[in-house]
């Protein structure tokens, strides 16, 4: 008896990572990537004008986002995470000129709490305790419906936090995603909050490993291969319809769609998606940071969300970042400049630099949009979903992303074992 083939449709994290999981099942693999490479929206590429290879974003993991290290474990790829070896995280506030580090304790017991110089400045222990209304928050609720938006605790700690996570204006976020964002990072303690970044870019650390096991493994990686349609008939996927091509499906075969969420909507009839997305701008710049600058910087009062520190850039991330995506690239490279020179003491004097706008990033991380995201299965019998956009509990990250193929591939699995 021929083995089942499962063909994924897409090559970003989310797809990967069904492929990996799928790699311990009795069947073929086949990934369909439309563009010429692999990764999505986590991705390197090297840059003529800045004579170095940087990625298309700043991606922040944090040592609590276990399915991601599962997922680098599985490709041995770990050791490309650089991060503190206890939760130490850098602030400073344009406004004011204040800097501190944030240090939770590694443990549960968040005993931090009571010492001035771990907290926030100006804030007080029970100040940390108005997330626990956010903990009880309703499916329906807005994060500003829970919590006290316009505290000084809010503005300097939780409102980046969430901000960054949910790549929303937090006061209008889904309370339910902010929730469950903080039960597994702080609420676990600092030992859930290490920040890792992929130190030498996130294709040598998520994409190429993933792209060798996979070939080891015997899985096809087939690029420029865009899915036109879908040939469905009695209740499944009969057939898959490219460009140039169509595969029909024998009986056993499945289908991982990995495709972002407008791409998935186009392709299953009345399929629920979220409909409303935000941007996210990356800008790099070829410059050497000074000693003792933090390797990640969280900045509160400026355009500059955080600062990234590689040793040979400086990158900034804004999350949210609507307000500024249709400016010109020239003036958002000088004004975002003159910022990250305040924060570093470098020069005004503007370097090579980048800007990368994301304009369809993420899902509005907005309870009204949290209630679109579909589940990993169909209404099809061999049609799964994969993706950021997928319902995971979480918004969209990589983490998000890789629960949503591993998901995907155990559904999957479990077809398969019972075929």
Avoid at 71 to 90: F, K, M, S, T, V
Avoid at 343 to 355: F, V, Y
Wanted: with cysteine.
């Amino acid at each position: 008896m021929e083995r089942p083939v499962v063909h994924i449709v897409g090559a970003g994290l989310a797809g990967l990572a069904a492929a990996v999981k799928l790699s311990q099942a009795p069947c073929d693999i086949v990934v369909h990537e439309a563009s010429r490479q692999a990764g999505g929206r986590c991705r390197s590429f090297f840059d003529e004008a800045m004579n170095t290879t940087i990625d298309n974003g700043n991606h922040l993991l944090l040592s609590g986002n276990d399915s991601a290290l599962a997922y680098l474990d599985a490709i041995g790829a770990r050791h490309e995470l650089r991060g503190p070896a206890r939760c130490e995280i850098a602030f400073a506030d344009m406004a004011s000129g204040e800097r501190w580090i944030l240090r939770p304790n590694e443990g549960r017991l968040p005993w931090w709490l009571l010492f001035e110089r771990r907290r926030v400045p100006r804030t007080r222990a029970i100040d940390y305790l108005s997330v626990a209304r956010l903990l009880r928050a309703s499916a329906q609720a807005k994060v500003a419906d829970v919590m006290d938006c316009s505290a000084a605790l809010f503005e300097r700690l939780w409102g980046p936090f969430f901000l960054a996570a949910l790549n929303t204006d937090p006061k209008g976020g889904s309370a339910a995603l902010a929730a469950m964002i903080l039960r597994q990072t702080l609420a676990r303690g600092g030992r859930a909050c290490h920040p890792l970044v992929a130190a030498h870019g996130l294709s040598r650390a998520f994409v190429d490993p993933a792209l060798k096991f996979l070939r080891r493994g015997g899985a096809q990686v087939r690029f420029e291969r865009r899915l036109r349609a879908f040939d469905f008939a009695e209740g499944r996927v009969a057939g898959l319809e490219f460009e140039h091509d169509s595969i029909a499906l024998d009986a056993q075969d499945l289908v991982v769609l990995a495709a972002p969420a407008h791409v998935a909507a186009a392709l299953a009839p009345g399929l629920s998606t979220p409909r409303a997305f935000n941007a996210i701008l990356n800008a790099h710049f070829s410059i050497a940071p000074p000693p003792k600058t933090p390797p990640i910087l969280g900045v509160v009062n400026a355009s500059v969300q955080w600062l990234f520190a590689y040793p040979d850039r400086l990158s900034v991330t804004v999350s949210d970042a609507g307000a500024l995506i249709d400016m010109p690239r020239e003036k958002l490279a000088a004004d975002l400049w003159r910022e990250v020179a305040g924060l570093t003491g470098l020069s005004d004097e503007l370097p090579s630099w980048r800007i990368i706008k994301e304009r369809r990033a993420t899902f509005a991380a907005t309870p009204e949009q949290e209630a679109l995201r579909p589940p990993s299965q169909t209404q099809w019998s061999n049609l799964l979903l994969a993706g950021d956009y997928v319902r995971t509990g979480l918004p969209a990250t990589i983490e998000g992303a890789i629960r949503s193929g591993d998901t995907a591939a155990r559904i999957a699995m479990e077809r398969i074992g019972g075929s």
